[in-house]
């Protein structure tokens, strides 16, 4: 694949992740944190996001399935994930946890578990397609391309 | 039950005691009588014995000689008168020979008689036929000698030798006794003792059986009967009745006579004597069982048997009859007693079942009702958080389209249906906006935000926002300045925010409903009380002090508490305010339910959009602030509906009274008023007019003529305010009502003018605003003496005490004309004023003229130079508020400046109008300077931007979900007191802004336990120039700060900054970002430096931004870290 066509895929599947709310205008804040000092910083900050939603939705599911649900801890498991995901602009992500948080408050159990797994599914979701850029990404950097910077136009 | 089960054997017991006992009595007197009738019997016994012993005396008298009656007579007879004479109970005695001689004395007829036979018979040879010659004689004798005397009488021949108790006594040699029928006519029966003598005759005595008897029957035998008879069946006492009874050897057979003549056997009774006493047998006579007793008895040597019947209904039958009614009656009543206590017992457990069960029934609905009350909470509380974050996005929403909006050409139809986006866009988040008040004041979370601020610029500020919608409909809004107690009490604490929502609330409604006519905001001070301050909770005084007096620490206690201690501020004032509109107005009955959430009064509200909740929130955010709502009664006739509503507000420092009481003393005595600095309304920022700094005094002289003030406004209710507060202030004033009166109305202000002021000087004092500003020092030193005593306390008060007078050092009058542009044709009323101005002589003139608007419809360029006076001054409407104080300020008495029509001073007015805004619904504001120069003959107008108003609105934008930084940014930014504009500041920040490392040369601390946060902060700290140090929580940070200090120290440089900021999440392990900040603002203090902290919190909510900023946080920025926040933050840090 040339390089040029690559580049547009690139834009364009960026900006479908944008269209789609998947990401927000906190990702481009990341995006434009990059420059030569760190080249791989947004992956990095990434990958960072993924380790730590990994191990607090396992955590969150953990306390989810004991027999009484220490809701206060559920919460703040949540409100961490909630600062990660803002973090790296995953605002279905977010918006997830901005509901799962209400359900901790009222301490339901159901809509807390159908939360968590909407939450999985938006996070899975968000990690395929961040993936995916990536990827794409690295394509580009292989073929001798430059990865082209997103316009601030969101 | 143990009580009477072990009472009544114990009972049972003592009863059987008593009838033993009574038994034993009865038994006792039983025997007792006995033993009496057989003592009476022995006592009776010595007179058996009498007869013998005379009968012994008698052989040995006679000696055994033959016994003749004259011998008899002289022998016998005189022993046995002694005898008789000495005998007790003797009732004969005789001397019977073998013979027939008889010789006996007796009584009869109360008297005694002898009877004596004195022919003998010869026993042995004499045939039974003499015998029938045989004599008796009868004679009385002398009962003292014996002496037989009277005639004797014959009597029958008593023949008692035959008989057979003769032969036994003249054969026994112990005399012989026996029952025997008397000599004497009445037969008594006599007890016959008799002895023989010689064995020739026989002496017998007798004694009266019914004498004898009557000894037994005197004894009191309590009721008992007496059966008295000898062994050979003779009776002498037979006492019962009806009976009859037999003696059969040694029993008594009892027999019962009927009336018929026949006998019934009744029973035996034994007489024979067992252990000594007679042994009792029982039998039932005609229904009454008597006790029978039977004994022998010798009875006067007779033996004798006798019976005693007792009945038995006496003690002891009483005692036996009363123990079974008494057992019976005392069963029953323990019977019934334990029916009862069953009874009572069974109702007891009933009812205690019962109320066992209601408590469980309460129980379980009070938990359902706070289950149902928690759930309510909770799902306020989500709502608002919830509906938090949908207002945010839509506040996203509203930019983008803003900015799509700058970029679409104009005029296409892409711009067309943004601006329409725009609005719905906006209309949603109003809509959402009182969506979320509500469900906040529903959760509870409204909290009042104290802040100061000035409250008739908060008030001008509404009204002239609403005024051009007002005015696109036709409907003036008028400030009514009213007593001008809310000017002078115009710096307050309070919720500056929630007041303005309140207003711009009612002010909307009161717009939108009106049609036509005008909409009036009054406001008006007064001292809290009691009474004035309705309660929010309409709880009445009785139950209001019965609460106090119990004490009860309910929540409504605690409001009571809260209000009273808001009362009892000496700083806290009673702010009344009305929005008075001439609309459809609400029918009465809807009144009550305006307030209600959701409800809109349907016959008014049609064609109207709104939820209906404004009013609601309304009232909350009032009772929120300690006051009340409500709909005021209109005068009959009058259009429209008037809202008035009273909210507690505190007092400023700066206005000189602090309670109640100095504010009288002060209006009563004003030598004392300290110097009143008036606080314009508008920051003094902008203000560059000298009279901003006006705090002179003076004396209205009466002698110095007083301006005159020309109102031409169109509105009514413009002009009557205007009019009024003029009129407060001691003001000449005229109003012209439309334009073609303002000629007539010039016309007779001239011709008085012209006669009254002839001795004037018509010469200015012309000072220049320095020359001013030290005239008015001076003036402030030693004016105050020159204060007028105001004794009357009318609305002017107020006023007066804010425009405080001077005194003009000219004599001509000042005459000051306000026309409304729109009044009329321009150039006619350009026209007429030039006209007015020629022909007066001594008095200075000038012109406001008022005018639209962003519609400059005053084109000075075509006027005639002669028409318009350079010193006219053109204002924008609306007249009222700070606009109309300027005004006032014109005259020379409150400071004005003069320039009379003849000065040719080339000085600059700069008239500032305040920030006028384009569009209500947002809060873009602009400034206009007008500059009327006086050569030029025209108005220009300059058009300043507020402080980089476009750069701060797009800030704005981007961080409208942070509500916090702004508000928390914007209180020390207001007007800064040194006087320098603060533009050139704001623009070298945003040049700062604009460069790529504006934080070069920085070193931050960022505390964070989240790897992902830190990362990311410290790269936007890098890409900004600073560097950055990091640490995983709160202890770390602390002890970085600690460490770097004592470095620093250590290196001398005390005073330097370890680091410049310390960027801290809240919420960490080990120790959290305030307990973290807490220590830090702790070791500081002993350096003597303040490291700026900056909080980091995911929350959005205002509520930790206070926790953080309590905890000594200087800032609170939301997650995630944005480089424009953080600038702002450090700019605002650095303000600081």
Not at chain 1, 95 to 117: K, P, T, Y
Not at chain 2, 292 to 302: H, R, T
Not at chain 2, 1052 to 1073: H, I, Q, R, T
């Amino acid at each position: 694949m040339e390089v040029g066509q690559m580049q547009r895929r690139l834009i364009e599947y960026t900006k479908s992740l944008f269209m789609e709310g998947i990401l927000d205008d906190q990702f481009l804040q990341l995006q434009q944190l990059q420059d030569e000092s760190n080249p791989d910083f947004v992956v990095e900050v990434v990958s960072l996001f993924f380790q730590d939603a990994e191990k607090l939705l396992n955590d969150i599911t953990r306390a989810l399935d004991l027999q009484s649900v220490d809701f206060p801890k559920v919460d703040a498991h949540v409100h961490q994930l909630k600062g990660s995901s803002a973090s790296v602009g995953a605002q279905r992500v977010k918006n997830g946890c901005i509901a799962f948080r209400n359900f901790c408050e009222e301490q339901n159990v159901d809509g807390s578990l159908r939360c968590l797994q909407q939450i999985k599914q938006e996070y899975y979701h968000v990690k395929n397609k961040l993936e995916a850029l990536f990827r794409l990404e690295q394509q580009i950097v292989a073929a001798g391309g430059s990865v082209p910077m997103m316009e601030l136009s969101f | 039950m143990l009580l009477p089960t072990a009472l009544i054997p114990c009972w049972y017991s003592m009863i059987s005691r008593v009838e033993r006992q009574v038994n034993l009595n009865s038994h006792d007197f039983h025997s007792k009588l006995q033993y009496e009738i057989e003592n009476t019997a022995k006592f009776l016994h010595p007179i058996n014995s009498s007869a013998t012993n005379l009968a012994g005396v008698l052989e040995l008298s006679l000696n055994g000689t033959k016994l003749s009656f004259s011998m008899i007579e002289t022998k016998v007879a005189p022993p046995l008168f002694q005898a008789w004479s000495t005998i007790p109970y003797l009732s004969q005695i005789s001397y019977t020979g073998l013979e027939g001689l008889f010789f006996s004395y007796y009584t009869g007829q109360n008297q005694t008689l002898a009877v004596y036979s004195n022919s003998s018979y010869n026993s042995r040879s004499s045939a039974p036929n003499v015998k029938k010659n045989f004599n008796c004689y009868i004679q009385h004798v002398n009962h003292e000698t014996g002496e037989l005397y009277g005639n004797s009488i014959e009597c029958p021949p008593l023949n008692l030798v035959n008989k057979r108790w003769f032969q036994e006594a003249l054969n026994s040699t112990n005399g012989y006794a026996s029952l025997e029928t008397g000599w004497n006519n009445s037969q008594d029966l006599i007890l016959l003792s008799s002895a023989r003598i010689n064995g020739e005759g026989v002496i017998s005595l007798g004694f009266s059986a019914k004498v004898l008897t009557a000894r037994f029957t005197s004894i009191d035998r309590q009721g008992g009967s007496l059966y008295l008879a000898t062994k050979d069946g003779k009776v002498l006492i037979e006492e019962l009745k009806n009976t009859h009874m037999v003696l059969a050897g040694n029993m008594v057979s009892v027999q019962l006579k009927k009336p018929n003549g026949e006998q019934k056997v009744l029973g035996n009774v034994s007489c024979i004597i067992k252990d000594g006493s007679p042994r009792a047998s029982t039998l039932n006579i005609q229904g009454t069982e008597y006790m029978f007793y039977c004994s022998s008895l010798d009875m006067v040597g007779v033996q004798s048997v006798y019976v005693l019947a007792f009945p038995q209904k006496g003690l002891v039958s009483l005692v036996r009859k009363n123990r079974i009614v008494a057992l019976a009656l005392l069963i029953v009543i323990i019977t019934s007693m334990v029916v009862s206590i069953l009874s009572f017992a069974f109702i007891f457990v009933r009812a205690a079942k019962r109320e066992m069960h209601l408590c469980a029934a309460l129980i379980k609905q009070m938990e359902a009702t706070q289950q149902a009350e928690r759930k309510s909470m909770n799902k306020s509380l989500a709502f608002a958080s919830a509906s938090h974050d949908v207002r945010a996005s839509l506040a996203g929403l509203t930019g983008l389209i803003e900015m799509c909006y700058e970029e679409a050409n104009p005029g296409s139809e892409l711009e067309t249906n943004l601006r329409q986006m725009d609005t719905c866009a906006k209309d949603l988040l109003g809509l959402l906006n009182s969506i979320l008040d509500t469900s906040k004041i529903e959760a509870g979370k409204m909290q009042l935000e104290e802040e100061e601020f000035d409250l008739a610029q908060l008030l001008e500020d509404v009204v002239d926002l609403y005024h051009p919608i007002g005015i696109k409909k036709g409907v003036d809004v008028v400030l009514d300045p009213y007593d001008g107690s809310a000017i002078k009490f115009s710096q307050v604490k309070g919720d500056r925010g929630k007041l303005k929502q309140i207003l711009c609330n009612l002010l909307s409604n009161a717009v939108k409903f009106t049609c036509e006519g005008h909409v009036t905001v009054r406001t008006w001070v007064r001292k809290p009380s009691l009474q004035n301050s309705i309660i929010a909770s309409n709880r009445n005084g009785l139950m209001k002090y019965l609460q106090c007096l119990f004490r009860k620490s309910n929540e409504a206690y605690n409001d009571l508490e809260a209000m009273n201690a808001t009362q009892q501020d000496p700083n806290a004032m009673e702010f009344v305010f009305e929005v008075d509109d001439t609309g459809k107005g609400i029918p009465k009955e809807k009144q009550i339910s305006v307030f209600e959430n959701y409800v809109q009064v349907k016959e008014t509200a049609l064609g109207q959009e709104g939820t209906g909740l404004g009013l609601g929130i309304v009232q909350s955010l009032v009772r929120l602030m300690h006051g009340d709502i409500s709909i005021m009664d209109k005068e009959m006739g009058e259009k429209g509906t008037c809202f008035r509503f009273n909210v507690i507000l505190g007092t400023c420092e700066n206005v000189s009274c602090n309670n109640a009481k100095a504010e009288d003393l002060e209006m009563v005595d004003g030598s004392h008023t300290p110097e009143l600095t008036l606080s314009t309304p508008s920051p003094g920022l902008w203000l560059r007019t000298p009279s901003s700094k006006l705090t002179v005094h003076t004396t209205p002289s009466p002698k110095v003529t007083t301006s005159h003030v020309v109102l031409l406004i169109q509105n009514n209710e413009r002009r009557r305010t205007s009019q009024r507060f003029m009129e407060n202030l001691r003001i000449k004033v005229s109003v012209a009502k439309q334009w073609e009166h303002l000629p007539s109305t010039l016309q007779k202000i001239k011709h008085k003018e012209n006669h009254s002021c002839h001795n004037s000087s018509g010469k200015s004092d012309l000072s220049s605003p320095s020359g001013y500003l030290s005239r008015s020092a001076s003036n402030n030193s030693s004016g105050v003496d020159k204060d007028v005593p105001l004794s009357s306390m009318d609305g002017s008060d107020y006023i007066l005490s804010v425009f405080k007078r001077t005194t003009p050092k000219f004599a001509s009058s000042f005459i000051l004309i306000v026309i409304d542009a729109s009044a009329g044709p321009f150039l006619e009323l350009c026209r007429i004023v030039a006209e007015f101005k020629k022909g007066l002589h001594n008095a200075t003139c000038k012109v406001v003229w008022l005018e639209k608007p962003m519609m400059r419809n005053i084109n000075f360029k075509h006027i005639e130079e002669d028409l318009v006076d350079p010193n006219d001054v053109v204002i924008s409407k609306p007249f009222h508020g700070s606009r109309l104080y300027q005004v006032v300020r014109l005259l020379p008495e409150f400071g004005g400046t003069l320039q009379g029509n003849s000065s040719k001073l080339k000085e600059e007015i700069k008239f500032q109008a305040e920030k006028v805004p384009k569009d209500p619904s947002s809060s873009r504001s602009q400034t206009y300077i007008e500059n009327s120069s006086t050569n030029k003959h025209s108005t220009q107008q300059v058009e300043l931007q507020d402080h980089g108003s476009s750069i701060e609105e797009t800030k704005r934008k981007s961080m409208s979900p942070i509500q916090t930084l702004s508000h928390v940014g914007s209180k020390p930014r207001s007007p800064p007191s040194n006087g320098i504009p603060p533009k050139e500041q704001e623009i070298q920040e945003i040049g700062n802004s604009n460069d790529e490392k504006p934080l070069s040369g920085k070193k931050l601390l960022v505390a964070d336990d989240n790897v992902l946060l830190r990362k990311l902060a410290v790269a936007s700290l890098l890409k900004l120039g600073a560097t950055a140090e990091t640490c995983v929580n709160g202890q770390e940070a602390l002890d970085l700060v600690c460490k770097g200090l004592s470095d620093q120290r250590k290196l001398g440089a005390s005073k330097m900054l370890p680091y410049d900021y310390v960027l801290m999440d809240c919420e960490m392990p080990m120790m959290n970002g305030y307990e973290a900040t807490k220590q830090i603002r702790k070791m500081e203090k002993s350096y003597g430096v303040h490291i700026p902290i900056i909080a980091l919190t995911a929350h959005t909510s205002g509520g930790e931004a206070n926790v953080a900023i309590e905890a000594g946080m200087d800032v609170h920025l939301g997650k995630p870290l944005k480089k424009e926040h953080l600038l702002e933050a450090i700019r605002y840090i650095d303000a600081k």
